[in-house]
């Protein structure tokens, strides 16, 4: 991938976030882009309220449904504490 598909990936990513992100707000919350790996694979840390909810990994399902509809070639969305856990075994 070529820098222009790596900015245009992004720029993709973060319209998808700004789309997401009122609804993640109106709970108190919110999401920020943490990564984007060479395996297409989108590291996202929720915040706020989001971080120690319960259902965070159906919010996390939701934007990942989002992020895959306008960024096409994303294999996954993560959350940051997700890698720390998955690192941790």
Known sequence: MDQSQQIELKE?????LAKVRPYLNADG?????VNISVE???TVK????CADCPHHYQTLAGVEEVIK????????VISL?????????
Do not use: F, H, Y
């Not at 993709?12 to 998808?16: F, M, R």
């Not at 919350?29 to 882009?33: A, R, T």
């Not at 504490?81 to 075994?89: A, F, G, I, L, V």
């Open 29 to 33: 919350g919110d999401i920020e882009l």
């Open 69 to 76: 509809k306008n960024a096409p070639g994303i294999l996954q």
């Open 46 to 49: 929720l915040t706020g309220a």
């Open 81 to 89: 504490d997700e890698r720390k856990e998955n690192s941790d075994d």
């Open 40 to 42: 297409k694979i989108v």
């Open 12 to 16: 993709n990513i973060l319209k998808s």
